[in-house]
């Protein structure tokens, strides 16, 4: 049985696949674990780690060191390019306020981390995995180590310890200080559910309206005259004549006085654009339907699927002029957008398509529309992607004493981002299912935390009893000080919806257990828009944060 001995306790590859698939395989089945609807979630992999390793199952450096660094590469990797569409887009469509509080949430979560540094004497790299355990954050984590490593190169264990013993406390921490914020402001749901219409309304990014067309000036001009005049952001998908008749509408479509519009814009150019063509009216999606008897046209959602059309405008594939359609909306990722001809579309986007049928057809054809193209992932541009992210973390930036780098964490991290956002420019398809990207995410991220576990078990006893077991207090503090401090200033100052607010906490602590009881208390969908709108420029913050935090120890 010395085979079986040496499996579990020798060296080699197959005594190292062997203990990361038990230390991943034990973790996500405690994971399922949970205490009042709470769990720790797939972070029991960093504990069992920590486990196995001090009861003598470890692997050797070497390969716990590659397995770590591409398991964190895959991570973050994967979440830049998830985040990278929406990321300079969160700064737009009144999401600017939220991304400012969520940033003084990070800003202020490292002072503190700074203040006790220099009250309680604990090491800089230790503080700043407290700070990362604290507000839940891995890649923090993960560019912390990576980042002392490029500087020093040796590991220092204590930041995975301090990371582990913060933690805990820190999901609690999050979902606690909620609660206190609930009870210190005196909240009363039925005051917020009443808000909930109007902050609904500004977060829609395209509304449709129905118009009766009264402008005398404008009697008998066209829809592309008319839009060239108004200079703003706005479709006319349809237009009920005052004969009775119902017709599809572009841009040399004539308009005359009594004219109905089916008119699709933006909600801060509804006003000017309904005053400027005449006034509101009321018709139902019916009236506007395709049980119309004199319509000839039908409207169809298509998926954008030939890698062809990747990175192409609208104006170069001249949809309108060829097929006689009319293109009213664009849905990326969840947010309806206005298609204006200089709109560069992306593989994966939905565009809604109103024309005749055989029209439509053959505009689906030119589109692709296929959904099994979309089930193969596109390998070249998630390596090709890792390749210049790895080489743009490895560039010296400065020298202070150390050279100052981006690392395995922020390089490809920031990469993905662009890639995410400006791929389609160069050719390159950037669309991932979701599910396809979540496994990408999950096995970087159980990769890193079962490396991290096993290479910081040995001492982790030791370090409680030297006085590790202070940390939990020092990372209770860095957690719930930001919140209580931001949240009591976006409700009182800013007058935040209380729903909005703990979508916002949630996301500047990147935590997906406190989102969840957010959604669970709001019983709507107000939570994950301000987590999701936070979430990207947050996820940057803290890795870059954490860098540049253990600079100053060195």
């Not at 308009?255 to 699709?264: A, N, P, S, T, W």
């Not at 991932?432 to 496994?439: D, G, K, Q, R, V």
Request: net charge neutral.
């Amino acid at each position: 049985m010395e085979w079986l001995y040496n499996l579990f306790f020798g060296q080699g590859i197959a005594h190292s696949v062997l203990i990361i698939a038990l230390v991943i395989t034990l973790g996500i089945t405690l994971g399922k674990i949970k205490f009042r609807g709470i769990s720790l979630g797939i972070t029991w992999i960093l504990f069992v780690g920590i486990a196995m390793s001090h009861f003598g199952m470890s692997i050797s450096d070497e390969i716990r060191h590659f397995a770590q660094e591409f398991g964190l590469i895959l991570f973050v990797f994967s979440i830049g390019l998830q985040v990278g569409p929406s990321f300079f887009s969160s700064f737009k469509h009144g999401g600017m306020q939220l991304v400012a509080c969520a940033t003084g949430i990070v800003l202020l979560g490292v002072v503190t981390a700074g203040v006790l540094h220099l009250v309680t004497g604990v090491p800089i790299p230790t503080m700043v995995g407290i700070l990362s355990g604290a507000v839940t954050n891995t890649p923090g984590l993960g560019a912390a180590q990576a980042a002392y490593a490029d500087t020093t190169g040796i590991q220092d264990p204590t930041i995975a310890l301090g990371y582990a013993v913060a933690y805990p406390l820190g999901v609690v921490g999050i979902i606690l200080s909620l609660i206190a914020l609930r009870f210190i402001l005196g909240v009363d749901f039925k005051k917020e559910n009443e808000g909930l219409e109007a902050l609904s309304q500004e977060k829609k990014l395209a509304e449709k309206l129905s118009v009766e067309f009264t402008n005398q000036l404008l009697d008998g001009r066209s829809v592309e005259y008319i839009r060239d005049l108004i200079n703003r952001q706005f479709v006319i998908s349809r237009v009920a004549h005052a004969s009775g008749e119902l017709t599809m509408a572009d841009g040399a479509t004539v308009l005359h006085m009594g004219d109905k519009l089916r008119l699709i814009c933006q909600p801060e150019d509804s006003e000017a654009v309904i005053a400027f063509l005449g006034h509101t009216v009321e018709m139902s999606d019916e009236e506007w339907g395709h049980n119309t008897p004199n319509a000839t046209f039908i409207s169809r959602r298509i998926l954008i699927t030939k890698p062809q059309i990747n990175g192409k405008k609208f104006s170069d594939l001249r949809l309108r002029t060829k097929y006689g359609i009319t293109l009213t909306r664009v849905n990326r990722a969840g947010v309806d957008l206005i298609p204006y001809q200089g709109l560069e579309l992306q593989v994966g986007d939905r565009v809604m398509v109103v024309g005749p049928e055989k029209s439509v057809t053959k505009v689906a054809d030119v589109l692709g529309n296929s959904l099994k193209k979309l089930d193969h992932p596109n390998l070249v541009t998630i390596f090709v992607g890792i390749a210049l992210g790895v080489l743009l973390g490895s560039i010296p930036l400065m020298n202070v004493p150390q050279p100052v780098k981006l690392g395995l964490a922020g390089g490809p991290l920031i990469l993905a981002i662009l890639i995410g956002r400006f791929g389609t420019h160069f050719g390159l398809v950037t669309y991932t299912t979701m599910s396809a990207n979540l496994m990408l995410r999950e096995m970087g991220i159980a990769l890193f935390l079962a490396c991290v576990g096993l290479g910081a078990g040995e001492g982790f006893v030791e370090a409680i009893a030297d006085g590790g077991y202070r940390w939990i207090g020092y990372g209770a503090i860095i957690t719930v000080l930001p919140l209580l401090v931001v949240g009591l200033f976006a409700r009182l100052v800013l007058k935040m919806n209380y729903y909005t607010l703990t979508g916002m906490l949630s996301g500047a602590m990147t935590d997906p257990p406190a989102l969840a009881y957010a959604n669970g208390v709001a019983g709507n969908d107000m939570p994950a828009v301000a987590y999701s709108t936070v979430y990207p420029v947050v996820m940057f913050l803290r890795v870059l944060t954490a860098q540049i935090f253990i600079l100053f120890a060195l």
